[in-house]
């Protein structure tokens, strides 16, 4: 920097004398031949006899020398670094080749300028002004030379120094007349020991080595626990003196794992973790905004805390340190005693953080595990408004595991999302969204139910929502069982209500004809004739009479579980014919085809012979009712695997897909069989169901829709029920 400066205005003034140029440069070559061999490169020194001694000023040539020898040494890693010198009467030529990084053409024309580093060299250090080549190229040129390089990335450099021999182009008054000593100087040592440090920076700790740590001191950061373990320092810094005079200043207050770049501090981090990282800015390979984007975009050390230190004086580059999202920002020269209350003060904080951060994660996941330890729903909805102000939509912002569930979708996809966005669609009460924003603008809680459809089915959900600063707390609970329990009861009732008007209806029907054959009996001059078709109308209607009532009787004695079954060994054939002779009038009437087949060979069965008959009789009885004249209606028995399968079909009008689940409730007579229905209290098929229950099988019905029949199916085990009553 002196020289450079002294050049600048004139104060250093050259004196030009013939040297052994040969000589001189072997000489100073072989200063680094050590330190170079020590870091396992080749070493090659071609220095042809000259021709004549050229006229240059020796004390010049060694700075150009050593500083060409110099910064081949820094950014050649592996290979060999040679020296050459040749040249005739009209020139002399230097040249210093390495198998170095290599220079791009880019940074070629830079390269001689003042103070320019070149971006992203990788090199044994990264210290230094940036002017080590630009002062080569002035001291060449004051000699009336001139210097080029040759280089490509990764092929290594070749920089030539050309100078002109004779005398005619130097100023007579800077000629000296005596040959000066050919040796170097002290000088030279000074490159050398710099060397040296860069050599001795790749000995230092390695991931997986013990840090550099220091005795305590008797002072201690006041808001340090003598008690707890010192904190570890990650110390990066490519200058050795500054690195080892850091660590000293901080080993009495702290332990110190020291790095020679960037990338070495980022190997480190992984196999020692540290409480905070102290880094220059300026070093090779990775520099300390490169580390330090490297920590932040890493979740692991992302909260850890760093101090970048820079020559970089000014409000300027401090506030470029602190954007990079540093902690700190300290610039050289600094107050010992402030860096380390600065040190001090990150970590204390960075401590307090953790355990804030660790009460309130200890708090959350208390919450978290409450509420996902419930089998309700909780959701945390956040409003969303636009640009007047109203609320539009609601965004996710929460979900228990039971809210997931419930919804049928992960947290994963919700969070985030809106409402309306994350659930098309799905949310179809009327006016929903606006009882939503009426809890947060009036701060009143509300109870909403709210229908869900979902792939063609539909559930119900009871929201209880609360105000939670701009948004919603919301609990959920599935209230699709209650739904339709709810439904089914007042299904129930309307059927209640129907059967009682079809009952009141079919136990007054009969009463007009009794009233009439009555009234015909009691009237003077009635006949024999007369007399006995009345006495025939009041028999039939009290019998139709009597089997509504005990249909009902019967029906209620299954469902109090009252009826008692009188099981025996029975032939089917007899069980049928008594069944087909007590439709046989219901068959007649619209005179219907009944065919009736029976597989040879089907075992007795365990069974209640009139309850069984009871059974067959209604399910022909349905048929005819609800099949055109002239139809056709078959009554099939068939064994199957231990089974008994009673098989009653017709071609009559057949059933809907969605009232086949209901052909077995009481009181059922469905559209469009209610509106051609010829009597009865709709309770005929509920009790087919209880008696065959009861006889420990099952019934089924199945019918292919509107107009295409139907088929009822009894399945009743060949051994009886295992228990009767």
Request: glycine share 8%; hydrophobic share 40%; charged share 25%.
């Amino acid at each position: 920097m002196l020289d450079f400066s002294r050049l600048e205005i004139g104060r250093i003034r050259a004196s030009f004398e013939p040297v052994d140029l040969t000589a001189l440069t072997v000489d100073l070559a072989s200063v680094f031949r050590s330190t170079i061999e020590r870091a396992g490169l080749r070493f090659q020194v071609d220095c042809a006899t000259l021709p004549v001694k050229p006229w240059v000023d020796r004390d010049m040539w060694e700075k150009i020398v050593l500083n060409l020898l110099s910064n081949a040494f820094k950014y050649t890693l592996e290979g060999e670094i040679r020296v050459e010198l040749s040249g005739t009467q009209e020139s002399i030529q230097l040249r210093v080749r390495d198998t170095g990084i290599g220079i791009d053409s880019d940074a070629q024309s830079h390269l001689f300028e003042r103070f320019y580093r070149m971006p992203g060299a990788k090199g044994r250090a990264y210290e230094g002004s940036g002017i080590g080549l630009s002062l080569v190229a002035e001291l060449v040129k004051q000699h009336g030379g001139s210097i080029r390089v040759e280089s490509a990335p990764g092929k290594g450099s070749c920089f030539t120094v050309t100078i002109p021999g004779g005398t005619a182009h130097l100023p007579a008054d800077q000629l000296a007349n005596e040959t000066g000593n050919a040796q170097a100087s002290k000088a030279a040592l000074t490159f050398i020991e710099e060397a040296r440090q860069w050599a001795a920076s790749e000995d230092i700790e390695r991931p997986g080595e013990t840090p550099a740590s220091y005795p305590a001191g008797p002072e201690l950061a006041p808001d340090m626990d003598q008690a707890a373990p010192r904190p570890l320092v990650l110390l990066a810094d490519d200058n050795a003196d500054m690195r080892e005079y850091i660590a000293r200043l901080l080993a009495p207050r702290f332990r110190v794992l020291k790095a020679i770049d960037g990338l070495h501090a980022a190997a480190l981090l992984e196999s020692d973790p540290p409480d905070l990282v102290l880094s220059d800015v300026m070093m090779p390979g990775l520099d300390g905004f490169g580390l330090l984007r490297r920590i932040r975009a890493d979740a692991r050390w992302r909260e850890l805390p760093v101090i970048l230190l820079s020559a970089r004086a000014g409000d300027e580059a401090k506030i470029e340190g602190l954007d990079a999202a540093a902690d700190d920002y300290v610039v050289k020269p600094f107050a010992a005693r402030e860096l380390l209350a600065r040190i001090s003060s990150q970590i204390s904080m960075s401590r307090l953080r953790r355990e804030a951060r660790a009460a309130v994660a200890a708090s959350d996941a208390r919450f978290r595990t409450a509420l996902s330890s419930t089998q309700v729903g909780f959701a945390v909805l956040q409003a969303v408004r636009d640009a007047s102000g109203a609320i539009v939509d609601f965004e996710w912002r929460y979900l228990n595991p039971s809210a997931e569930r419930l919804v049928e979708r992960p947290a994963e996809v919700l969070l985030g999302q809106r409402l309306t966005a994350a659930l098309p669609a799905f949310w179809n009460t009327p006016n929903f969204l606006d009882e939503l924003a009426r809890v947060i603008d009036t701060g009143e809680p509300a109870d909403i139910e709210v229908p869900l459809r979902h792939e063609h089915r539909q559930r119900w959900f009871h929201n209880s929502a609360a105000r939670l600063g701009d948004g919603l707390v919301i609990w959920i609970a599935d209230i699709t069982e209650r739904k339709r329990v709810e439904a089914e009861l007042h299904t129930m009732d309307r059927r209640k209500d129907e059967f009682l008007a079809t009952l009141a209806h079919e136990l007054r029907n009969p009463l007009a004809p009794i009233r009439q054959a009555a009234a015909i009996a009691r009237a003077p001059g009635v006949t024999p004739a007369q007399l006995t078709w009345s006495q025939g109308v009041i028999e039939r209607q009290v019998r139709h009479m009597a089997r509504l009532l005990d249909d009902l009787l019967d029906v209620s004695r299954i469902t109090r579980g009252t009826l008692e079954l009188r099981c025996e060994r029975l032939d089917i054939h007899s069980v049928v014919d008594a069944a087909v002779e007590t439709s046989k009038p219901a068959l007649d009437a619209k005179n219907h085809t009944l065919e009736v087949k029976i597989e040879p060979g089907v075992p007795p069965i365990e069974a209640d012979g009139m309850r069984l008959s009871q059974v067959l009789s209604n399910l022909l009885n349905n048929a005819a009712k609800y099949t055109n004249p002239n139809g056709y209606i078959q009554l099939a028995v068939e064994r199957q695997h231990g089974e008994l399968v009673i098989r009653v079909s017709d071609t009559g009008i057949g059933i809907e897909a969605e009232a086949l689940p209901r052909m077995f409730q009481m009181f059922s007579q469905l559209r469009p069989a209610l509106e051609r229905s010829e009597g009865g209290l709709g309770i005929g098929l509920a009790l087919v169901k209880g008696l065959v229950t009861l006889h420990g099988g099952t019934v089924e019905v199945h019918s292919a829709g509107i107009r295409s029949g139907s088929e009822f199916r009894v399945r009743l085990p060949i051994s009886g029920p295992s228990t009767s009553g």
